[in-house]
């Protein structure tokens, strides 16, 4: 769809924008969308390498108690390790999320985005 069609059936409400999660990340780890949102990706890896890594220090080292009743110390690593577990979905949506602003607002990105089939549009009426 040419971009001057997008943008008439955006201003009307009549587009949806569907963006591939794992295209639009492996588009902002390329760094097609800058320095900003590679860096944010880079610190979100960081920090589920080192949360992952600190729940199972804790789970290991600690005395591991699964009781309902005693909540030992080893549930923090617990926690910790499914906190880390979410981080990289949470960096999909978020790198989603980038592209389709980027595709709304920059018509050559826009282009960029459409031949490397990174979105599609679904028109309604």
Request: hydrophobic share 45%.
């Given at each position: 769809?040419?971009?001057?069609?997008?943008?008439n059936l955006w201003f009307t409400g009549?587009?949806?924008?569907?963006?591939?999660?794992?295209?639009?990340?492996?588009?902002?780890?390329?760094?097609?969308?800058?320095?900003?949102?590679?860096?944010?990706?880079?610190?979100?890896?960081?920090?589920?390498?080192?949360?992952?890594?600190?729940?199972?220090?804790?789970?290991?080292?600690?005395?591991?108690?699964?009781?309902?009743?005693?909540?030992?110390?080893?549930?923090?690593?617990?926690?910790?390790?499914?906190?880390?577990?979410?981080?990289?979905?949470l960096m999909k949506i978020s790198a989603?999320?980038?592209?389709?602003?980027?595709?709304?607002?920059?018509?050559?990105?826009?282009?960029?985005?459409?031949?490397?089939?990174?979105?599609?549009?679904?028109?309604?009426?």
């Amino acid at each position: 769809m040419e971009r001057a069609r997008f943008e008439n059936l955006w201003f009307t409400g009549n587009v949806r924008i569907i963006v591939d999660d794992k295209k639009a990340f492996v588009t902002v780890w390329k760094g097609h969308l800058g320095k900003g949102p590679k860096r944010k990706l880079i610190r979100g890896s960081l920090y589920t390498l080192i949360l992952a890594g600190l729940g199972i220090w804790i789970m290991t080292k600690a005395r591991f108690a699964l009781s309902p009743v005693e909540i030992g110390f080893s549930w923090w690593g617990a926690v910790l390790f499914v906190l880390a577990c979410g981080i990289p979905f949470l960096m999909k949506i978020s790198a989603s999320q980038t592209v389709k602003n980027r595709i709304i607002r920059e018509p050559e990105f826009y282009s960029l985005a459409q031949e490397q089939e990174v979105f599609g549009l679904e028109e309604y009426e």
